[in-house]
């Protein structure tokens, strides 16, 4: 380490789309206008490093022990009803031990915690304070994902279809018994039917973007042992992406490997216009229009390529919608591309 000033951000202990479309461009901001001679420490969840690495010198991972302790990510921290966004002790500890380390080779060590961004309106901002970047892609992460897709169907006899991504989002965190827990669910059933349309009505491959449902963050489905998975099971290639130091930087890769990209309704839908790939998400009428701000606006040449379906109200209404209309819908989109 070359500078002997050090500025620690985080830990971020709060939801992915928060992370993405606030935080990160706010301490991008921050590192460059105020810390640019420091080294910089970026302290948060295992296998994000990918949207850090143009301003970040050092990603240090919570240990997995740690992590698996945290119930409820939620904003910026670790929600707790009734008191709001916190960091817990045991994670206030792990930060101490970190900045002790960096304390014995430095002459400064300095601090930008969670707990400072102001979160207010923030997510209702045309251009919110921070500095946002469209990210560069690694190369030869994008060139493996991209080889891996093709053996993969060249193996099932059908490489010369267009490739998919889909990341079919759904979380437990409610226990809403009529939307599956979480009032952004689309019912699996219905997932199950619009995919085997994709697949089948456009002639198409789709990559299952797997991330464990067993945490209160959310997840996705992967379809492993369904019925639509054995029919289309030569069609349907699934990375699981749990536990991988590299897991942003693959699923971009991946984004950068296919044709375009299907999302549900999250605010992690915002993850492909960072890198200026096609995609069509299904929202509701609550949260789409988070998707249409002047900084989404400046990273995506004004959405081009992008297709928002927000039609559905959040909780029952979005969980029973049509899949079919869903697939007429991308349909038009997909044919336009």
């Known amino acids: 380490m070359e500078n002997k000033k050090v500025i620690i951000f985080g ?38 490093r990918a949207m850090y690495k143009d301003f970040i010198d050092e990603y240090i991972s919570i240990p997995k022990e740690l992590e698996d302790k945290l119930k409820y990510p939620a904003l910026n921290g670790e929600h707790v009803r009734g008191v709001g966004e916190v960091i817990p002790d045991y994670i206030t500890n792990f930060l101490q031990e ?26 209702q901002e045309e251009v919110p304070f921070g500095e946002y970047v469209n990210y560069d892609v690694d190369f030869e992460i994008t060139e493996k994902i991209h080889k891996d897709i093709t053996e993969y169907f060249s193996k099932e006899g059908t490489e010369n279809r267009d490739t998919i991504a889909v990341m079919a989002r759904i979380r ?17 059933d219905s997932w199950e039917v619009f995919l085997d349309r994709v697949i089948n009505e456009l002639n198409t491959n789709i990559v299952v973007i ?35 130091e590299a897991s942003l930087e693959k699923q971009l890769g991946l984004l950068k490997s296919t044709k375009c990209s299907i999302y549900g309704a999250s605010g992690a839908a915002v993850l492909p216009f960072f890198i200026k790939t096609p995609t069509f998400t299904q929202q509701t009428v609550e949260e789409g229009f988070r998707l249409r701000y002047k900084w989404e606006r400046d990273l995506t040449d004004n959405l081009k390529n992008i297709k928002i379906f927000d039609k559905y109200s959040s909780g029952e209404d979005v969980y029973n919608s049509s899949p079919n209309e869903l697939f007429d819908e991308f349909e038009e989109f997909y044919r336009s591309l």
Request: charged fraction near 30%.
């Open 98 to 123: 970190v900045a002790i380390k960096f304390q014995e080779n430095s002459d400064e060590v300095y601090y930008y915690s969670t707990k400072e961004m102001p979160l207010g309106n923030r997510p």
């Open 172 to 188: 437990d965190r409610d226990r809403g018994e009529t939307t599956g827990g979480c009032y952004l669910n689309w019912n699996p």
């Open 210 to 244: 797997s991330l464990s449902t067993k945490s209160s963050a959310g997840g996705s489905l992967n379809f492993e042992e369904t019925k639509f998975y054995n029919k289309n099971k030569k069609n349907i290639m699934i990375i699981n992406f749990d536990e991988d």
């Open 11 to 48: 830990p971020w202990l709060g939801e992915f789309s928060y992370e993405l479309s606030w935080w990160n461009p706010e301490i991008r901001k921050i590192r460059n206008d105020h810390y640019k001679d420091f080294h910089s420490v970026h302290i948060g969840f295992k296998g994000r």
